[in-house]
T-cell receptor, first 110, second 110 residues
Framework: QKEVEQDPGPLSVPEGAIVSLNCTYS??????FMWYRQYSRKGPELLMY????GNKEDGRFTAQVDKSSKYISLFIRDSQPSDSATYLC??????????FGTGTRLKVLA | NAGVTQTPKFQVLKTGQSMTLQCAQD?????MYWYRQDPGMGLRLIYY???????DKGEVPNGYNVSRLNKREFSLRLESAAPSQTSVYFC?????????FGSGTRLTVV
């Protein structure tokens, strides 16, 4: 069983929709939770970083962590075609132990 | 505002050839990393360097060597390339919260 599971998609939504992206994990030792966005043929870029259960909001993006269910989500409001990318979750335990999800490919249709 | 710079961007090698992937960061970060990204496998850590003068193996180190030349530069060497090393390679650096990735090197071994 993988430590982190993420649906690969693709997920296609119309412009303006609310998008929900999710990861589940099995190890309760993870302390930090991140979301990265990766455009085609580019490196991942950090979107959101959180270390506690609950919600963290940044503009149109909300990261949600539920440690009791071992479930993390990224919500995108008012989605735009420019949001079309692959979204990677990353979970961290210790200083250098990052585990990345395989990524969900999102397409926002104009 | 360069961030993390990787060279080359593309490379085709024949089986058995050697090459070095270069990475430099200008953010004064202590930690640097080499990852490979393969379809369905996500990002997997090859080697990392917590600080200048130290290097450690990650999840998939076989067939690779690294050198932390100074605080800015961290190189990855393939001594005898194999088709299984065909991948996209990302260098990253970090200070505290999250990584900054380079734009990647697409390597094909034939």
């Amino acid at each position: 069983q993988k430590e982190v599971e993420q649906d690969p998609g693709p997920l296609s939504v119309p412009e303006g929709a609310i998008v929900s992206l999710n990861c589940t994990y099995s190890n309760s030792a993870f302390q930090y939770f991140m979301w990265y966005r990766q455009y085609s043929r580019k490196g991942p870029e950090l979107l959101m970083y959180t270390y506690s259960s609950g919600n963290k909001e940044d503009g149109r993006f909300t990261a949600q962590v539920d440690k009791s269910s071992k479930y993390i989500s990224l919500f995108i409001r008012d989605s735009q075609p420019s949001d079309s990318a692959t979204y990677l979750c990353a979970l961290v335990r210790g200083t250098y132990k990052y585990i990345f999800g395989t990524g969900t490919r999102l397409k926002v249709l104009a | 505002n360069a961030g993390v710079t990787q060279t080359p961007k593309f490379q085709v090698l024949k089986t058995g050839q050697s090459m070095t992937l270069q990475c430099a960061q200008d953010m004064n970060h202590n930690s640097m990393y080499w990852y490979r990204q393969d379809p369905g496998m996500g990002l997997r850590l090859i080697y990392y360097s917590a600080s200048e003068g130290t290097t450690d193996k990650g999840e998939v180190p076989n067939g690779y060597n690294v050198s932390r030349l100074n605080k800015r530069e961290f190189s990855l060497r393939l001594e005898s390339a194999a088709p299984s090393q065909t991948s996209v390679y990302f260098c990253a650096s970090s200070a505290s919260e999250g990584y900054t990735f380079g734009s990647g090197t697409r390597l094909t071994v034939v």
